[in-house]
């Protein structure tokens, strides 16, 4: 069939790692090609001259190239029309969803092979089988980790969960409810940690961290730290007394940094392990090389308080691992004009939810920082207290550090719908306040979220289209500017607490476990799946999957699909004591040769 | 009303230098930053949105390209890379074509090339011109001034006079069209026209002072801007009403040369720090050049270097070399004030002082016209 092969450019750059020319070249050489033109970058195309170049070269096949080649379908399909040839000619080689972000020009290079061929990419691409020992090991015990986890346990497999933390949970842990049923998430999330907790098949550790893994598919040699908890966490009642008596505190991770704790401290009462930690860096003792404090140890009265302990290492195999080390939210601090870090009122998403939260620092009571003076160290600070003034005018500022060319150029999909979460609970608690929602597109694409949007919406939430520009302090009162496009009014608006609806961004640590596992990110830094569409769990490395927001940021139910059905594939090979072989490791040659047997060429 | 759209717009505009105006996602941001955009003249994001849907005549009536000074903050924050403040510069360039009924704007605008010919042409015509003549009335060569001279003092004058009532006429015309597009033709707006005297001094104190370009954050654009205009003023008033003072010679005749140094200085500092940011790309509002642009600023510094060499020349006794210079000096000045007052980047020198003329009263028309009618609706409503 006489093929043509057209080569679309998204931007300038082009993929990291492709070398263009390099592919144009190969496909050129490829039999049936008569003709290989790149049509540069974000081309616009007329599709009577399309039609013209396809019949003069007599083409029957059309494969289009690149990026995202998708987005000229339609006019190939027209021109190919036009040209009174078969309109299912036309061919896509996506380069983005089939992984070659990565994996470089062969990648892109089998890709185009196979579209010559007419051969789905997956179908030639087909890793084969490898012997596979029963172990998985899970890393990050958010609610992906967790999902994952008991799906596996529960059907008798054995699971290593590994958690940086001194408790699992992740993110969700943090939250008072959860959009769009406003359901509590304590009462969905605490008993799945539970179960984690007490699971015979679930080897659980926190505050551990991977530091190595070898081996190959299905026999992956895995090496944990366990830092050195200093408490025995079978022993620990979790009865506080060591907290009670502790000098030293510090801002607590869990409470967003909001909150203090001590330097031996619980997370929040329903940690799984609920056991108290002692956290070296803030602690006297550690800081005195052992000459001073050292008071817990001599109050606990399980005495499970070890300050000698040290880090240990364990090592394991497993035939799977699952990725499900979620995100980290962008840091306010790098946009300037939003003044967070300058003015004490403005606020992060994951601030907010603390402070909404009934087991947070004030109680679920929704309040503005107060200037204090803070005697023992003469300054003053501003303080949260639950007693504190509450806000009378509240904006929530969407797409902070998202969709953006100077952050990131995502959208990170959860924060619209937080954000309407955040004025609904501002709005329940406090029925005085008035509640703005600056935004540039309501993202609200799940079940039932458009319908949440809607109820925000009727319940009085001010939505404003329109993204602020800036927070000023005038006079003393915080200032909000901006534009109200559908209102085509400048806003100038004096604001008593500002939540910055910050993006999503893969977890710190990331890089250095795809370089550990030999698995590709994608260019904002994401985990990338084997295949966009059809196989979203696995990667390139056979036995090694992703799931939740590690993968790109999702929500909490899509988090959770995605983590049982990693499960699944992790329980096919478990019990057929075969797993997945490495794409990555498929040459160019085989994947060419698979696709012309396929095609019978 | 029907509106009329015309989907290729946004393509149009690009030969204008705006290449990013799709990008734009209606944030908001630009306008919010932009130290200029005040009810009821909010930019640059509407205008963003009018190219995007292909609203030509609400841009051609539109005043807020003119009110924008290009300080680049509205680029420099938008989060789509959609270059809103060239996009505001490009609908100036865009305007200037459309004011100007003759279509040479439109020409120069679309190719840099057919703008560098016609100045190039221009300019041999002129030094033809000026050559012819002076060798047919029999003028020395060796003489620069005095009865004999090869171009005597008061014929220029004359040449200055007639030139300029040339490019009045064309830049009143064009004013005037810009008057109809942006206020004349709007039927829906009452003007009276003790408006127009009401905001009359609002032309002059503009044209003088520049004052709205000092709002911008950064200041040295303005105080290069300024400095340009206050020189280029001198300049004109020595030329038009002093010329023959200017021209006797050749001992220096400080009444009138003192300024005359005063202005080359300031020409010549300003077209060289704006040459320098433009090639080094220093600040958003450099940092786009037009074709237009670079031909501007040659023949300013063209101008202003050979206006320095025939002053020397004839200073210090070369009069046939100061004659010839001089007739240089002609070529780049008549194309510079021939074609780019009127028909390019120098008509902004009127279009800018007349928006923010045309702007106060527009404002105030509408002001008057709501009070009238119903009242304001809030910011940000509830949606109920
Ligand atoms: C402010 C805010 C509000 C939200 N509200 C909602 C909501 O109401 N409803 C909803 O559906 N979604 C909501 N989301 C989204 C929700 O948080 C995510 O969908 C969900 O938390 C993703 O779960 P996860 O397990 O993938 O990631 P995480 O919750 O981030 O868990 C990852 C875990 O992995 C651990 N980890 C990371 N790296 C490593 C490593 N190298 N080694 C070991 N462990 C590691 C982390 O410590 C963490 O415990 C919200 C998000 C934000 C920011
Ligand atoms: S030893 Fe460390 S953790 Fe224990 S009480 Fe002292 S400071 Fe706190
Ligand atoms: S800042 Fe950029 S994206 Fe936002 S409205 Fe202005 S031009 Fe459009």
Known sequence: ?601 | MAIRVNPKLIDELEVYGAEDVQNCYHCGNCSAVCPFSKEPYIFPRRPMRYLQMGLEDKLKGSLEPWLCYYCGQCSEECPRGAEPGETMMSLRRWLTSKYDFTGISRAFYKSGKVELFTVIGAALLTALGFVLWAVLRGGDINSYDGPNAFLPAASIHIFDWALAGVLLALLLTNCGRMWWFTLGRDKQLRTPFWLYLKKLYLLPLHFVTQKRFATCERKRPWAVHLALVVSYLIMLVLIMFFLDLMWSGPEIDWRVHVFGYIATVGLLGTTIFALRARLKKAEPLYAHSHETDWIFLILLIFAAFTGILQHILHRVGFDAAANVTYIVHLMGVVPMLGLEVPFSKWSHLAYRPLAMYFSAIRAEAKERAEKEAVEPTLAAQPVA
């Open chain 1, 1 to 601: 069939m006489r093929t043509g092969v057209f080569i679309v450019q998204a931007n300038e750059e082009g993929l990291e790692g492709v070398n263009l020319h390099a592919v144009e070249l190969y496909a050129a050489n490829l039999p049936h090609v008569e003709k290989v033109r790149n049509l540069g970058v974000r081309p616009r195309l007329d599709p009577l001259a399309l039609a013209e170049e396809i019949k003069a070269s007599g083409l029957e096949r059309v494969v289009i190239a690149g990026d995202s080649p998708g987005f000229f379908k339609p006019v190939f399909t027209r021109a190919m029309a036009l040209a009174g040839a078969d309109t299912d000619e036309v061919r896509l080689a996506s380069f983005r969803e089939h992984g070659a972000t990565g994996m470089g020009t062969p990648r892109a290079e089998s890709i185009v092979a196979c579209a010559v061929y007419g051969v789905p990419f997956p179908l030639a691409a087909r890793p084969g089988t490898t012997a596979t020992v029963p172990g998985t090991l899970i890393i990050g015990g958010g609610v992906a980790g967790i999902q994952a986890a008991l799906e596996i346990a529960d059907a008798g497999k054995p699971v290593y969960l590994v958690e940086r933390q001194p408790t699992i949970g992740g993110h969700m842990a943090m939250f008072d409810k959860t959009f769009p049923t406003l359901d509590c998430a304590a009462c969905i999330l605490t008993p799945k940690m539970v179960a984690v907790g007490q699971h015979e098949m679930i080897d659980l550790m926190t505050y551990s961290e991977v530091e190595d893994i070898s081996g190959s598919p299905g026999h992956y040699k895995v090496r944990v730290r366990k830092k050195a908890r200093h408490v025995d966490i079978e022993a620990c009642v979790a009865c506080n007394t060591c907290s009670e008596v502790c000098p030293r505190s510090a801002s607590s991770e869990f409470d967003s940094g909001i909150a203090a704790r001590k330097a031996i401290y619980i997370p929040f009462p329903q940690a799984v392990p609920n056991a108290y930690v002692l956290d070296e860096a803030s602690c006297l003792y550690f800081e005195s090389g052992g000459e001073k404090c050292g008071v817990c140890a001599k109050k606990c009265p399980k005495e499970c308080i070890d300050l000698t302990e040290k880090d240990q290492i364990v090592e394991f195999e497993v035939g799977n691992v699952v990725i499900a080390t979620g995100y980290d939210v962008y840091d306010a601090t790098k946009i300037e004009r939003y003044g967070y870090g300058k003015f004490p009122n403005v606020i992060t998403a994951l601030e907010f939810e603390r402070i909404t939260n009934a087991s947070g620092p004030t109680g679920g009571k929704i309040v503005t920082k107060v200037l204090r003076h803070n005697k023992r160290k003469k300054v003053d600070e501003w303080v949260l207290d639950p007693e504190g003034p509450p806000p009378n005018r509240v904006a929530i500022i969407h797409c902070v550090g998202s969709r953006d060319a100077q952050h990131n150029p995502y959208c990170s999909r959860v924060c619209c719908m937080y954000s309407l979460k955040f004025a609904h609970l501002v709005r329940e608690k406090l029925p005085e306040a008035t509640c703005y929602e600056f935004y540039i597109d309501m993202r609200a694409f799940g079940k039932g979220y458009e319908e949440f949007a809607e109820r925000i919406q009727a319940e009085g939430t001010y939505v404003v289209r329109g993204r602020t520009a800036r927070i000023v302090e005038e006079n003393g009162q915080m200032v909000l500017k901006g534009e109200d496009i559908v209102q085509d009014r400048m806003v100038d608006m004096p604001v008593d607490l500002v939540i910055l609806a910050v993006g999503l961004v893969p977890a710190r640590g990331s890089d250095r476990l795809a370089a550990m596992l030999g698995i590709a990110r994608d260019e904002d830094g994401w985990f990338s799946e084997l295949d966009y569409n059809s196989d979203p769990t696995d990667t390139e490395r056979g036995g090694v999957f992703v799931a939740g927001a590690c993968q790109a940021p999702k929500d909490i139910p899509d988090t959770v699909a995605q983590a049982s059905a990693v499960a699944a594939g992790v329980l096919k090979s478990v019990n057929t004591g075969r797993g997945l072989d490495s794409r990555a490791d498929l040459s160019l040659s085989e994947i060419e040769a698979r696709a012309r047997s396929l095609a019978r060429v």
